[in-house]
């Protein structure tokens, strides 16, 4: 029914894949090319391309995060799959919609990324990459069971020492401790007596049974990460010289890493862009926030347990290039002016990334706006995340016969990316995390996975569409509350236009 093909695509083979797609003589649905809407700092254009020409616009964007390779690739086969009018596209109507693809916002770490991957796995023929990225999978997912296991044996800890409070507090001073070391339970024991002032004995009775019952080895070798061992040895040669914005590329790298700051293993797992900045960290409130827990705590580090700091420009990324002026990074600006250019047209927008099966649904809204109108944007959003989520369970469950939720995330209360804050601007902006494989770039390759990632969001765009129908005589309006004489509400329809 679809076309899928699953493969690690660098700079080459992306433009091949679509060229292919736009030339495809047996196309239902013409995929049209676009003007760039936008440039990365080395210069490479922010691509932009449709199917349809209708008012309704629903827009799909990928590669924000350069090591979430999924979502480009997602994107690309639901380019594919809609032109040529494949499964639930085949009633797709152009004259209504026109769907929107930015394939790849942040081509800068995405390349590097494929770059770094292709030049690992470039001798390698499709089983051996299968396996490949099954290994990679199953080495992320053992060491993230065992950072678990251990997370929940402080958990106990300070639930029997009252310390529930501060949980989240000791577990990352413990990994801040024992980054890049080797410990056993003894360091463990020691790090808890003084961190939860009892006695020794007392936690190395507790620790004894806990211990043997979730870690079941000696030792836990942080000094290495398994799943990145393949990636050892590249550096930056992996970059061919193949044209200017390649030179560019290179040399914004070389500056990053020089003084060997950074592992080269992080080439394959490149986020930010080659300037280092986190595309989605990249907001102005984000920029205060860090730069509030950078007074006080110096190095930030991305999560307790990975390496990489986000105070400062590097492959995992900062929010701003400047620390002492807030700048949003070229790809951003370049998204930014895409929706304002859009005004009202946007009916759907999905921010795609890597892992996780999220849908990230709610928009940032002010809670002390009592302002007398009753908006649909919420309902609009819920709506359309619900109806994305059940269709996508729907395909899982069919496929597995096992009920695999996405889980729908709201974030209510303040704004941490730019995702957010695209969704405290438009009504229908959600970040959607594609697969519910861990472990980017190379996890969501596993099969079947991957191809249920790929078919359910495909079922999943159909409805969205056929949901903005139904949901259309909202989309411009808002309510005025006024009370008639016996105190009974009555709502007045108004046009208003989505800002
Ligand atoms: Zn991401």
Redesign the pocket.
Known sequence: MYKISSQVIDFVLFYKHLEIIEKNKQNKFPLIKLKPIGKSSCGFPIEHFKVGDGPLHIVYMGG??GN?IISVDFILQLMNNLALGNGVFKNFNPDLFTVDFIPCQNPEGYFTTTYALKSVMKDMNQKEILHFCKQYYLNYRNRNVKINNLNQIICTCCQKYDFSTQEKNIITSFWKNFYNKKFSSKELIQFLTETLFVEENQIKNDIKYLWEENIQETYIDNTKIVYLEPFNNINLDCIPLIDNNHIELRNALEKLYQNNKFPFCTLANFIANASGVNL?DNNEFYFQELNKRIEKEKIVYSSPIYPLPKSCISPFGTTSIDFTKFIHAPENVAILKFFKDMENSCYAFFNC??TGGQLYVEPFYDINDKSNFRDFSFYINNRIATEYLKEIEKTYIEKTGIKSSYEKMGYPNKITGMADLLRSKYIGHFLLELSKAGGNPLGPYIMPNYHLTMEANFRACQKIMDTILELEHLYDKTYQVKYNNNGKVNYYAQTRTRK
């Open positions: 924000t995060h979430e989605n990334h890597g």
